[in-house]
């Protein structure tokens, strides 16, 4: 049985950092890209960010080299590392190996 586990969100002001954390077990890590995707009521889920098995990324348009996200194979998780944040980041934020398994999603709220 996959398992994903966000975890790392919270409520953060502007301009703060925060880094998500996603945990994986019961697939084949290693062998699966892992993505960081968001999602605001009403709204399509979007990317944020991809790493591939051997470390390839792709980021959205909106991250602008704010994010970098990160993958420990020999720990079977991936990172999301958000600097600069601003109150449009608000999202509840997802983690997906290979585009089929997702994780309950963790919250995201810049706010002052």
């Known amino acids: 049985q996959v398992r994903v586990v966000e975890s790392g969100g919270g409520l953060v002001q502007p301009g703060g950092s925060l880094r998500l954390t996603c945990a994986v077990s019961?697939?084949?890590?290693?062998?699966?890209?892992m993505g960081w995707y968001r999602q605001t009521p009403g709204n399509e889920r979007e990317l944020v960010a991809l790493?591939?098995?051997?470390?390839?990324?792709k980021y959205g348009d909106f991250v602008e080299g704010r994010f970098t996200i990160s993958r420990d194979n020999d720990a079977d998780t991936v990172y999301l590392q958000m600097t600069n944040l601003k109150p449009e980041d608000t999202a509840v934020y997802y983690c997906t190996v290979g585009g089929t398994s997702w994780g309950q999603g963790t919250q995201v709220t810049v706010s002052s």
């Open positions: 019961g697939i084949g890590f290693n062998h699966n890209a």
């Open positions: 790493i591939a098995t051997r470390g390839t990324t």
